[in-house]
C-alpha cells in the first residue's frame, strides 16, 4: 500500500516537473528559432526508452520534452503503444520513442504473453540511434527482480557498433543513503554495451539536464524528421485525455480501465480565456460503470478533480472539466 500512495503522489508532482523544465533558461544555440535553421545544418536524434514495466519511462520522456505527452501511472503496461515527444533546441532535434515495458522471462528469453505491444518492443530496439535502457533503482535495492537485472545484463552485454546504449537508474530522489546508489553502479559497471550511466529522477528532474546535454551531443547531420511543435489545441486535447486516462489508471484497478471507451466530446475555448472540456468514459456493463462512479460519484469526482489540477498547470489557464459515465447501447442485433 505504501508503494501505491508514493506512485499516486508522485503522479500529482508531474505537472510541475514538466513545467520546471519548460522554463529553464535556454541555450547560447537556442538563439536561432527552429523555423530558420537551414535543413543542412539540422542535427537530429532518435531516442529509444526502454525499461522493465513502470520504470519511469513516461516520467522521463514528458520531463525531458518539458510537456506531458504520456500517461504516466503506477499501475504496469500504461504505454499502450509507442509515444514520440519531440525536443528542438537551437539546430539539434531528439525524437523520443517510449515504448511499451519490457521483460524477460525467467529463462532470460523475451517474456512472450499475447500482448501484441511488448513484442513490438523487442523488434523495434535496434531501430533508433540511441537507446537508453532504465530501471527503477530504488526498487532495486529494496526488492531486486531477477527479470530486470536480466534485462539490463542482456541489453549491456555486448557493443553494439550501430547503436549507442546507456544505463538509467531512475528514482534516485527515492533512496535515502546516497551511497546505496554506488553500490548498484558497481553492480552494472563491468558490462561492455553501456557507454554511459546516468543517475536520474524522471519525475524531479534531477541529473535531466545532464542527460539532455549528452544526447545533444550525440545529434547526427541530418535533416529533422519532425516540425518543430508547439502547444496546438490538438495536442492540448491529446494531453487533455492522457491525463485524465492517468488518473482512471490511478484509482480504477483491475481489469476495469482496459474495456472502458475513453472520448473527447467537447472543446471550448470561453470568453474568459478559460476551457470547457467534456470527456466520457462508455463503459460495457451497468456493474463496470458504478466501480468507476463509485460511491455517491467518489471515484469519478476524484478523477475529476486532480485531471483539473493537473491540467490548470500545464495549460496554464482555468480548465473547467466534466466527466461523465455512461453504458455502451446495446446494438441491435
Not at 62 to 75: E, L, Y
Not at 82 to 111: N, S
Request: hydrophobic letters at 40%; aromatic letters at 4%; proline letters at 4%.
Amino acid at each position: 500500500m505504501v508503494g501505491a500512495v508514493e506512485e499516486e503522489e508522485r503522479s500529482r508532482e508531474v505537472a510541475l516537473a514538466l513545467l520546471e523544465a519548460a522554463l529553464e533558461p535556454p541555450d547560447e544555440d537556442d538563439d536561432v528559432g527552429p523555423g530558420e535553421v537551414r535543413e543542412e545544418d539540422q542535427m537530429s536524434l532518435s531516442v529509444g526508452i526502454v525499461g522493465a514495466p513502470n520504470a519511469g519511462k513516461s516520467s522521463l520522456t514528458n520531463t525531458m520534452v518539458g510537456r506531458k505527452v504520456a500517461a504516466v501511472s503506477r499501475k504496469t503496461n500504461t504505454t499502450t503503444h509507442e509515444i514520440l515527444g519531440v525536443l528542438t533546441k537551437g539546430k539539434t532535434q531528439i525524437c523520443f520513442f517510449d515504448t511499451p515495458g519490457l521483460m524477460l522471462g525467467h529463462h532470460g528469453l523475451p517474456h512472450r504473453d499475447v500482448t501484441v505491444r511488448v513484442e513490438s518492443a523487442w523488434s523495434s530496439i535496434n531501430l533508433y540511434d540511441l537507446l537508453i535502457v532504465m530501471f527503477d533503482v530504488n526498487r532495486h535495492l529494496k526488492t531486486p527482480d531477477s527479470r530486470v537485472i536480466k534485462l539490463i545484463k542482456r541489453l549491456g552485454a555486448e557493443v553494439n557498433p550501430n547503436q549507442k546504449r546507456i544505463l538509467c537508474m531512475n528514482k534516485v530522489d527515492l533512496v535515502e543513503d546516497k551511497k546505496d546508489l554506488l553500490k548498484v553502479a558497481k553492480e552494472f559497471e563491468d558490462l561492455p554495451g553501456f557507454e554511459r550511466y546516468f543517475m536520474v529522477s524522471g519525475l524531479k528532474g534531477k541529473g535531466v539536464k545532464d542527460l539532455v546535454q549528452f544526447l545533444m551531443e550525440q545529434a547526427v547531420r541530418r535533416p529533422w524528421d519532425e516540425e518543430p511543435t508547439t502547444m496546438t489545441e490538438e495536442v492540448m486535447k491529446t494531453i487533455s485525455l492522457e491525463v485524465v486516462r492517468e488518473k482512471m489508471l490511478n484509482h480504477i484497478h483491475q481489469e476495469i480501465p482496459y474495456v472502458i471507451d475513453h472520448r473527447l466530446m467537447d472543446w471550448k475555448e470561453l470568453k474568459d480565456g478559460s476551457l470547457r472540456v467534456e470527456q466520457h468514459f462508455i463503459a460495457p456493463k451497468q456493474s463496470q460503470r458504478q466501480i468507476l462512479v463509485g460511491k455517491n460519484g467518489s471515484k469519478i469526482g476524484r478523477i475529476g478533480i486532480e485531471a483539473n489540477e493537473e491540467l490548470r498547470s500545464i495549460f496554464k489557464r482555468d480548465v473547467h472539466l466534466i466527466l461523465q459515465v455512461r453504458v455502451a447501447k446495446k446494438r441491435n442485433a
